[in-house]
């Protein structure tokens, strides 16, 4: 599933190619993906510009203007697709969003990515807003029983974390994926806090140098423990993997366990 760093580069991509663009059509291959009808979306959308594409979360925010603006998640496997205007529709197609000159199309073989139109606004606080602090982090572990990892992908609390960078952001803060929230003491959350920002921001620069381009995938090779090529980390401790809510989670033995 693309994650936060892969969503920053796909949107700076898109707006490369995208903004101020007029939409001409949006076109609904598959039913169910969205509340709105293709007819409803197209009275909002159509022949609007394109102001801009931005990440929101785990999604792209495709901003046409005001009470014009569509959210898209690629869940699991969800693609887009650069095509020239024209052009036969892909396989596992969900939409099209026909622009004057080229469409941008939305894949899934599973069917799982969806978009909405105009949705309300979240009150998470965005993984690399400058108000995720020690002192915010520090107030949302106070008391909780939930593991950590848990909670760093919880994106009613924090937006934009998926199962991966909880991994690297964990090993990165030298804390156990398995450790109770408010166990955890300050040092350590303060520690978190700033691996939240360095690891996302150092992963969007690799997934730039490697996928300058990129509008779809997942560049993961760079990953120091949640790669499951790799057997030990930059500092040699052997890389272990188990079931964490149902997800695989990566760890090692450098990271401290707090209970």
Known sequence: ???L?????????LNKALQKKKLRHLYLDAAGKTRTSEKALNEVLAGKKLKEVSR??????FDFGKDAKLTLHLMLHG???WMEAGSERPKHCIARLEFPEHTLALTDFQKAAHFALNPEPTKAIDALSDALSTKWLKAQLAGSRSKIKALLM??????????AY???ILWTARIAPGSIAGKIPEKAVTRLAKAIR???KNAEKQILKQAPDAISGEVRDFMNVHNHHKKHSPDGAEIQKTTMGGRPTYYTAEQEFFT
Do not use: C, W, Y
Not at 5 to 13: E, I, M, T, W
């Open 166 to 168: 909880a991994d690297e």
């Open 5 to 13: 760093p892969d969503l920053q580069v796909f949107s700076r991509n």
């Open 79 to 81: 693609q887009l697709v």
């Open 56 to 61: 929101l979360g785990k999604q792209l925010l």
């Open 154 to 163: 919880d994106q009613q609390r924090i937006s934009g974390i998926g199962n």
């Open 198 to 200: 360095d690891v996302l």
């Open 1 to 3: 599933m693309p994650e």
